[in-house]
């Protein structure tokens, strides 16, 4: 299958393309059960939003299912990507798949599990989670650090190159979830949740 992907750079593009607009859906169908039903138990705060990518959270709130800003990124990277697999040498060519789609399934799976949580919370679940944002990055940078090291342990074990690289894909995500934490006020002295101030 590898060789296959890399005698057909073209369909690695294309289904790099088709991940990332899956992750969109995703977010989508994530933030609809947040907006019908999960709002009563959760709410992020300085920005109320389930997207982490500030480039897209307004995109998100609104539901934007076409959203021309993330199809042209979808485009670019899926063309990118197919340039870079033909370009790149030969012995890194199963890592980087490994990378690229690693960076995508892995936030599929955070996006799946949050989605069957809410879906599962609709009953028996009471008290609303007033999270900040803040707290937010470094829970889900923790959770990709998680994944990762049971990644690098069969990385290690079945000597896989696809493997190593969704490795490096899931410690690499882990770390752009710290460095988000730039862009968000920090927390305050006082914590207080946004309806108790």
């Not at 607009?21 to 389930?50: A, G, M």
């Not at 307004?58 to 870079?84: D, W």
Request: net charge positive.
């Amino acid at each position: 299958m590898i060789n296959w992907l890399i005698n057909n750079p073209w369909v690695f593009g294309l289904i790099t393309f088709v991940l990332m607009q899956f992750d969109w859906f995703l977010t989508l169908s994530q933030e609809k059960e947040r907006k019908e039903h999960y709002f009563r138990h959760y709410q992020s705060y300085p920005v109320n939003t389930i997207e982490g990518n500030p480039a897209f959270q307004k995109s998100v709130s609104k539901s934007q299912y076409l959203n021309p800003k993330h199809l042209i990124a979808s485009v670019i990277m899926g063309a990118a990507v197919t340039y870079a697999l033909i370009v790149i040498p030969t012995g890194f060519h199963a890592l980087f798949i490994g990378y690229v789609w690693g960076l995508f399934l892995i936030v599929c799976t955070q996006h799946l599990t949050n989605l069957t949580g809410y879906i599962a919370s609709r009953k028996g679940l009471h008290g609303k989670l007033f999270l900040h944002q803040r707290t937010g990055y470094l829970i889900q940078s923790g959770r990709y650090l998680s994944i990762s090291l049971l990644l690098l342990v069969l990385s290690i074990l079945s000597g896989s190159e696809i493997i190593y690289g969704v490795t490096i894909a899931g410690f690499t995500s882990s770390i752009r979830h710290l460095l988000l934490l730039r862009k968000v006020p920090k927390i305050e002295q006082e914590d207080l949740p946004p309806d108790l101030k």
